[in-house]
C-alpha cells in the first residue's frame, strides 16, 4: 500500500486492538461496510478523549494491532463528541480516520484495554511493498521479529 502524504514521522500516534478482524483485509472490509452506512466517514468511538487530541492531529495516525501484531496504521484526522447510550452520562469521543489504511512492518504487541499513546519512536515502519515481510504471514514476521530474527 502507499504511504499517505501527510504522515509525519516525528508525531504522536494512538494505539488500538481490533476486536473481531482476522486480517487487515477483514478490517478493511468491515471499514467499508461502516462507511457506507455512515455517508462516507470511518470512525472509532471511545469514552475517553485524547489529552494530546492537538499533538494526534499534527500527522498522528491510529495504529491497528490484530491478532496480537500491530500490522497497520489510519491516519487520524479529527475528534468529534459521539452521543453516549445514555444521554445522562457524558459524550464519547469519535476518533475520526482517514480512508487509507497502510499496512506497517508486523510487530507483536500485548494485548491492552482501550487505546493507548504510541511515540513515533516506538512505531512500525510502513510497509513499502518491496517483498520482505509483506509476503509472510503477520504472526509469523512478528515471531521472527520478536527473536530478532527479522
Known sequence: MAKDADFVPGS????????????????????????????GHIW???????????????????YWIIKGVMVARQPIIGFEEHPPENPEDKPYCRIMLGDEVIKTHPWPHRPFQGWRYLKAEDAPPDLDGAGGDDQMPPEMAAELKALGLL
Open 12 to 39: 504522536l500516534h494512538l494505539r488500538k486492538l481490533s476486536v473481531g478482524s482476522e486480517s487487515v483485509d477483514s478490517m478493511i472490509a468491515w471499514q467499508d461496510m461502516m462507511r457506507a452506512r455512515r455517508g
Open 44 to 62: 472509532h468511538v471511545t469514552r475517553s478523549w485524547p489529552k494530546r487530541a492537538e499533538e494526534l492531529l499534527q500527522g498522528g495516525s491510529l
